[in-house]
């Protein structure tokens, strides 16, 4: 059992930490001092020490640097209500293993102490938490698991239907990560062990649609020199998983609902029913609901598509998520690069905060992967390794409210009283933007809205978010 050490000046967040860690396997020790906390590693044996980075009687680099004089087998994890990220930069240097914000996060505490412990799968202790089980370093798995509460939810939805044979319908915008959460739900059920199987139907002809789903026999159109199994056969047992399902041409519709009703395929040029056992999770960035009363999507399959429905929220109402995805996407492109992890500048990460993300959480990522490349020396990235792009959106976005300001003073004297009221709101969310450097989450609490709600006013003020 390994042993960890606490050390916070707050009594009751020791307690906190003393309960949960122990819950979940840990022999804890605490104490409130940080001289008291040093004097007992020269007496035990400690695997891990948490620590408070700001303590009345020594800061965290006095504190890490004695540990690693004293106790170097140690793994060192800090503990802040800062976000200093400049601060997290030194310790990271100096051989801290990682930094945590307060309040903490029960589940990424028990994901970065895994990693700090540098467990194998079976020397794990048991643990009674209500998420997925993280056997791997966050760098090598397949899904961010967040924080903020619409991603809690999603988790838990996720496993719910896991476990279950349900066809899946996951609804989000283009970057979302849909078809890593679809790959996430497949991990869930008792299908892993089996093939998970993903077709871009935004990519398929009407011609190759059929043949890649089904598979054709030899000579059964112009080209087709040899039999092909398609994917539902290619899977079989597991995990078909069909991306831009609204995409479907109509006629393959009528075949794929078929083939979910009967659990039997066609191959094309082929009257020969083939069994099929797949479970399928389909993906759209658009109302599925409301296109199946048209032309382009059957009403029919979209109800038998439809028996659970997961909503991936986009990446700009997942602020708390933010730092989660920065982290798992610079561990990730470190490795590839082979270079020393960088760390993001406290300019940059406002920047982030502060950016819409139109493209999501893929547009971050390839927003990550160049500012490592181009980052050198020390290691941090900052404002010059951003795209062009990037940094336009964020001056049009200033320069948008700047005009609103200018301007609506003198508008207001001309308008009616329902108007003038409506000027003055807007004005206030401009004023509040402009004072916060267009960090729209702090913006939303001043303005005591959530951020649902001044999404749909700037959206009403023709203001890219």
């Known amino acids: 059992m390994s042993k960890i050490l606490i050390i916070d000046e707050e009594l009751s967040t020791c307690n906190l930490l003393d309960r949960f860690l122990s819950k979940n396997g840990y022999e804890v020790k605490?104490?409130?001092?940080?001289?008291?906390?040093?004097?007992?590693?020269?007496?035990?044996?400690?695997?891990?020490?948490?620590c408070d980075y700001r303590l009345g009687d020594l800061n965290g680099g006095d504190i890490l640097e004695e540990i690693k004089t004293s106790s170097p087998h140690a793994q060192v994890i800090f503990m802040t209500a800062y976000?200093?990220?400049?601060?997290?930069?030194?310790?990271?240097?100096?051989?801290?293993?990682?930094?945590?914000?307060?309040?903490?996060?029960?589940?990424?505490?028990?994901?970065?102490?895994?990693?700090?412990?540098?467990?194998?799968?079976?020397?794990?202790p048991v643990r009674k938490t209500t998420f997925v089980e993280l056997s791997k370093p966050q760098h090598q798995q397949e899904y961010v698991i967040g924080r903020c509460e619409a991603s809690k939810k999603m988790i838990n939805h996720v496993q719910l239907v896991g476990p279950t044979n349900y066809t899946v319908i996951i609804e989000g915008e283009t970057g979302t990560g849909k078809e890593s959460l679809a790959r996430f739900i497949h991990q869930e059920s008792h299908r892993k062990n089996k093939p998970f199987m993903a077709i871009d139907c935004g990519s398929l002809s009407k011609e190759i649609a059929a043949s890649e789903l089904f598979g054709h026999e030899k000579g059964a159109f112009t080209g087709a020199t040899t039999a092909?199994?398609?994917v539902f056969e290619l899977a079989e047992g597991g995990t078909v998983f069909l991306d831009e399902i609204a995409n479907l041409p109509l006629d393959i519709q009528i075949a794929l609902l078929r083939a979910l009703q009967?659990?039997?395929?066609?191959?094309?040029?082929?009257?020969?029913?083939?069994?099929?056992?797949?479970?399928?999770?389909?993906?759209?960035?658009?109302?599925?609901?409301?296109?199946?009363?048209?032309?382009?999507?059957?009403?029919?399959?979209?109800?038998?598509?439809?028996?659970?429905?997961?909503?991936?929220?986009?990446?700009?109402?997942r602020n708390q998520d933010l730092s989660l995805f920065v982290d798992f996407?610079?561990?990730?492109?470190s490795e590839e690069l082979h270079k020393e992890k960088p760390v993001v500048s406290e300019e940059v990460?406002?920047?982030?905060?502060?950016?819409?993300?139109?493209?999501?959480?893929?547009?971050?990522?390839?927003?990550i992967r160049r500012a490592c490349l181009l980052t050198n020396g020390e290691g941090v990235i900052r404002k010059e390794s951003l795209p062009r792009h990037f940094m336009q959106s964020l001056q049009e976005l200033g320069s948008t409210v700047e005009s609103f300001l200018e301007h609506a003073e003198d508008e207001g004297l001309e308008q009616d009283l329902k108007s003038t009221a409506?000027?003055?709101?807007?004005?206030?969310?401009?004023?509040?933007?402009?004072?916060?450097?267009?960090?729209?989450?702090?913006?939303?609490?001043?303005?005591?809205?959530?951020?649902?709600?001044?999404?749909?006013?700037?959206?009403?003020?023709?203001?890219?978010?």
């Open 262 to 317: 009967e659990k039997v395929i066609r191959r094309v040029g082929s009257l020969k029913e083939i069994p099929v056992d797949v479970r399928i999770i389909v993906a759209t960035n658009e109302d599925l609901f409301n296109k199946s009363g048209g032309s382009q999507f059957r009403e029919d399959l979209y109800y038998r598509l439809n028996e659970f429905t997961l909503r991936v929220p986009p990446l700009r109402e």
């Open 349 to 367: 990460y406002e920047y982030f905060k502060r950016y819409s993300w139109p493209g999501n959480i893929r547009e971050l990522r390839n927003v």
């Open 422 to 465: 409506k000027i003055a709101e807007s004005k206030r969310i401009m004023e509040v933007l402009k004072e916060v450097h267009y960090n729209k989450t702090k913006a939303a609490e001043i303005l005591n809205i959530n951020r649902k709600t001044l999404y749909s006013k700037l959206r009403m003020l023709n203001i890219e978010y």
């Open 83 to 124: 976000a200093n990220i400049r601060i997290a930069v030194e310790l990271v240097k100096s051989g801290a293993f990682h930094y945590l914000e307060k309040p903490l996060n029960p589940d990424e505490l028990l994901n970065v102490v895994e990693r700090a412990l540098g467990y194998k799968d079976q020397e794990k």
């Open 30 to 50: 605490v104490c409130t001092q940080g001289k008291t906390g040093l004097s007992i590693l020269k007496e035990e044996y400690f695997d891990l020490v948490i």
């Open 228 to 230: 092909k199994a398609g």
């Open 329 to 333: 996407f610079l561990d990730k492109t």
